[in-house]
């Protein structure tokens, strides 16, 4: 049985959502823990749930480094963040809907993540994603891959990733603003 965790990066502006978030995956089977990512400078948020691991994250907020490509950044370093064999992607504004097992579940599928895609021409509000993902992949991507959460995605390859973008130094030279 591979060993899955769940990844949510968060604020303290969305402290008010994790209770909700958090509730909601009373619902869900299959995983151990749920990793929550915090920048250094933030307080914990209160009464977590007893599988709730805080990981800390370096300042993103108030430094030359947009917010939110450091929470991209820290997604891609979740690898660093867990050791477990499977990452899922939430987020603290989103919610489980139904009971699920993340070991059995076809539409997850941690064994053989399913990619879910679409044109970039289809992505909406999301194609002002396509620039910066080329520039950070260092080519264009043919379509967008941010269709919904959640994003199961196996540490080695999230790893390997991380490796082949350059690692820390490189995304954040990307990202200056």
Known sequence: MLTIDVVIK???????FLVYA????????????VVLILEEQYPEPSELPSNAIVSRS?????????SDHG????????????DADVLIFSDSDCCWSRDVDLQTEPTINAEKPIVLWRTWEEAGGA??????????????????????????????????CWDFLGG?????NLTTK
């Open 71 to 82: 929470a991209v950044i820290e997604r891609l370093r979740a690898w660093d963040h867990s």
């Open 168 to 172: 820390e130094e490189r995304l954040l």
């Open 10 to 16: 968060s604020y303290p502006q969305d402290y008010d």
């Open 127 to 160: 194609a002002f994603l396509k620039a910066p993902a080329a520039r950070t992949l260092g080519y264009e991507p043919k379509v967008e891959t941010m269709c919904r959460y959640p994003f199961c995605v196996s540490r080695d390859v999230l790893k390997a």
């Open 58 to 66: 370096r300042r993103y907020v108030g430094t030359d480094y947009p």
């Open 22 to 33: 958090f509730r909601s995956l009373e619902r869900v089977r299959g995983y151990r823990n």
